[in-house]
């Protein structure tokens, strides 16, 4: 069987071929040529060959998968229709994937990349899985029947899913093009949680999780004396985070995590739920969790002179103070500068003021042009760069070809902040370091 994937260099998509590669079937791709993105390495290692020009790779067999940003007016698309080829949008074939195995759902506003890497990264070690992660990473193991799937809201996709075990990290406001308000965001998830099989593990620190209605088994983890799997005796260090793990009032086990900030002590717990209803040895779990670094393109680091650079996915206000936060928590005595580009000007409009006070906790601010892929900027008037930079003291604009702009910061962390291809103005930036110091 051929799969064919269009808009193969996605996220999603390419750890979907990643997924389908390892489960023995021919992967092929379609995606534009014109820029290279971070996912295409992982392809070109597995040997999933890439077009971006007209071919004959679609044979009456194949079946094909779309990225949601792949129109029915798409070139390849209008073959497909002409072919009358099976084809199915990335979420249908997520869907089609999760009736197959055993899954744990993972989804919420923040969190869930890094949630479902922790679970795949512990479950791995502890016996095989399969898994998706939005980061781009997906492998599948053909003697599992474990499936981790990260899980996204957006247009109600997570839906599709059937899961055993039902995570929600948080809820929150965003996809605004999408949402009506928060009351629509909360029904959705209400609706995802209830299509669990097994159980609901949800953050009950959460403003808005204790709201849903839930006929399910339902488990609340957090800080609050009041979850059924709580943290206590923490500590936030310069070297990461420890902790206890009590459930349901019992002792489960010790954790030293090698991350920061308080969000990722909650995506650890989400994470360790699970192994525990799964009957997973706790001396095991924290072992593996010990050597857990991180989802790609989530706080990952780089170091050039006495400088820090760290590139982060943060694209909704909430995510831009936790890593901020993150970031004084580690490098206490280091100056901090964000680099932020915003995807969407929905986004942008409906959180304006929340995106300036969660830059606004760095030492200097640099905006770039706001990103879009799925939205007309004439239907946005009014709404770019500078709505931020006129709300925030000292901020100013930057974009690809004006690295020189942070070359005076020294003894500094400069956090590069979006959903989109900002790592290509950090490659910038270090290019001219590397220049300057030959």
């Known amino acids: 069987m051929k799969y064919y ?31 290279h993105r971070f996912t295409e390495d992982k392809l070109k290692e597995r040997g999933i060959p890439i077009y971006s020009e007209p071919n004959d790779a679609l044979d009456e067999e ?142 009950g620190d959460d403003p808005y999780t204790h709201s849903l209605e839930i006929s399910k088994p ?20 310069n070297d990461g985070t420890s902790f206890d793990v009590f459930i349901e009032e019992e002792y489960y086990g010790h954790f030293d995590l090698p991350l920061f900030g308080k969000h990722m002590l909650l995506n650890a717990l989400a994470a360790i739920g699970v192994c525990h209803y799964e009957r997973l040895d706790a001396k095991e779990v924290s072992k593996s969790l010990k050597n857990f670094h991180g989802a790609d393109r989530r706080f990952k680091e780089t170091f050039i002179g006495n400088n820090v650079l760290i ?29 932020f580009k915003a995807h969407t000007f929905s986004r942008v409009e409906e959180f304006q003021e929340e995106f300036a006070s969660a830059l606004s ?16 900027p004439e239907d946005y008037p009014g709404i770019d760069a500078y709505t931020l930079i006129n709300r925030i003291e000292g901020a100013e604009y930057i974009e690809h070809g004006m690295a020189e702009k942070l070359l005076p910061y020294e003894n500094a962390v400069l956090l590069f902040m979006s959903s989109k291809e900002i790592y290509l103005l950090q490659q910038e930036y270090m290019d001219l370091v590397n220049q300057k110091e030959q």
């Open 218 to 237: 339902v488990y609340f983890y957090g800080i609050s004396d009041d979850n059924d799997i709580q943290a206590k005796n923490i500590e936030y260090r």
């Open 361 to 376: 906790l760095a030492d200097k601010v640099f905006i770039m042009d706001i990103n879009y892929d799925r939205e007309n």
């Open 62 to 203: 194949t079946i094909v998968v779309r990225s949601p940003a792949i129109r029915d007016e798409h070139p390849e698309m209008q073959k497909v229709f002409a072919m009358n080829l099976r084809n199915y949008q990335y979420h249908e074939m997520l869907g089609r994937l999760s009736k197959k195995f055993n899954t744990i759902c993972v989804a919420g506003c923040h969190g869930k990349t890094t949630t479902t890497s922790m679970l795949a990264h512990v479950m791995q070690d502890l016996g095989g899985c399969n898994y998706i992660i939005g980061d781009g990473n997906g492998a599948a193991n053909k003697e599992s029947k474990r499936f981790i799937l990260e899980s996204c809201e957006y247009r109600r996709h997570f839906l599709e899913y059937e899961p055993e075990y039902a995570i929600i990290t948080n809820i929150e406001l965003d996809h605004t093009d999408y949402y009506k308000n928060i009351d629509d965001v909360i029904l959705a998830y209400q609706e995802f949680a209830n299509k669990a099989s097994k159980m609901v593990i949800i953050c």
């Open 311 to 339: 590139d982060d996915y943060a694209h909704h206000p909430t995510e831009v103070k936790v890593t901020i936060k993150a970031a004084r928590q580690k490098y206490p005595d280091k100056t901090l500068v964000a680099i």
């Open 5 to 35: 994937l269009i808009g193969i260099k996605g996220a999603g998509m390419s750890a979907l071929a990643l997924l389908l590669s390892d489960l023995g079937y021919e992967v092929i791709g379609y995606d534009d040529a014109s820029e």
